[in-house]
């Protein structure tokens, strides 16, 4: 409720008390009467009075209503503003979703608004990647709309809300709802909608990573496997740790970053050998693995010819890994 509807709501409980206590002092009678005599006669109903009124409670009556009245019209115009400015925030924000919705290109889908699907999204948003956010709990939704992200209200399971966060439209997925089932059905509708679609989704049970990968994921992780990894990893080799920590984690200047780009048919890399290239000498970045279809090539070997397709994984500082992608027509993913 807006501070000033507040404070209106306690005037009006103060003059209905001041008229009580008014006529109890004046008139003297029961106080049941005298906070009925109050109500309708600041109401203006027009029913005859309880008691029989003096020159002192006539006057009283008077004053009374000249106060009350005009506080009464006052916090109902309040109270009629802010029901009628909330509904058209609602609508005029939920139009201009729509707009962006429908406008949008190649974004992400994040499905489920927890503690894992908020820490994926800040990550995208840090990113520069369009996010989409689908969450069906009301308090989370206050949360998005509070936070000014774009998000479609649904369940994220029904084929509906997926098509009106633009799955068919998207480039990625990320299911991690608070259930296996509810995101093995996810993973399975938005792959229905979108072949091309690529999909990450979290699993926690046994057997259930296997399920969402039949189901259409391209990618499964299970956070508690991956957090027990990262643990022994800190423990046994915590100087890897700290430089992926540090290459991942978004910066700019000399600071070295891993980023991946993909060969598209127009890149003057493709058919060309990494030797020949000499990205080290010419665009002081290092290739550290190629994807190539399902095929990981870690350090891969400086004869090797690139592809169209290819997915390159190279380390640089911010500043000459946008010059590599300006110059090379690698289109980073």
Not at 14 to 36: H, I, K, M, N, S
Request: with cysteine; glycine share 10%; charged share 25%.
């Amino acid at each position: 409720m807006p501070r000033r509807l507040s404070r209106y709501v306690l005037l009006l409980a103060a003059v209905l008390a001041f008229g009580t206590l008014g006529y109890r002092l004046v008139e003297g009678a029961p106080l049941w009467d005298c906070f009925y005599m109050t109500v309708i006669t600041l109401t203006t109903v027009g029913y005859h009075e309880v008691f029989p009124l003096s020159l002192a409670g006539e006057a009283f009556t008077v004053v009374l209503l000249a106060v009350g009245i005009g506080l009464l019209l006052t916090a109902a115009t309040e109270l009629a503003r802010s029901i009628v400015e909330g509904e058209l925030r609602s609508v005029l924000g939920s139009s201009r979703r729509s707009r962006m919705l429908e406008r949008l290109q190649d974004h992400e889908v994040v499905c489920g608004w927890g503690r894992m699907g908020q820490a994926v999204v800040a990550e995208l948003v840090r990113a520069r990647r369009q996010v989409v956010t689908v969450e069906r709990h009301p308090d989370r939704i206050r949360e998005l709309e509070a936070a000014g992200l774009l998000h479609v209200a649904g369940d994220a399971t029904e084929e509906r809300t997926l098509r009106a966060a633009g799955v068919h439209r998207a480039r990625g997925l990320v299911a991690c709802l608070d259930d296996d089932a509810h995101n093995v059905y996810t993973v399975l509708t938005a792959r229905s909608l979108n072949p091309n679609l690529f999909i990450v989704a979290r699993a926690t049970e046994e057997g259930a990573e296997g399920r969402m990968l039949r189901a259409g994921a391209d990618r499964v992780m299970n956070p508690y496997r991956l957090g027990g990894l990262r643990l022994a990893h800190m423990l046994a080799k915590p100087g890897v740790v700290d430089f992926l920590d540090f290459s991942l984690q978004p910066s700019s200047g000399e600071h070295l970053l891993l980023e991946q780009l993909s060969v598209t048919e127009n890149s003057p890399l493709a058919g060309k050998s990494l030797a020949e290239l000499d990205l080290r000498k010419r665009h002081r970045v290092a290739v550290v693995s190629l994807h190539r279809g399902s095929t990981l090539i870690p350090n891969p070997d400086p004869a090797l010819r690139l592809q169209v397709g290819d997915l390159l994984v190279v380390l640089g500082n911010r500043h000459d890994l946008d010059r590599f992608e300006t110059g090379t027509g690698g289109t980073p993913t």
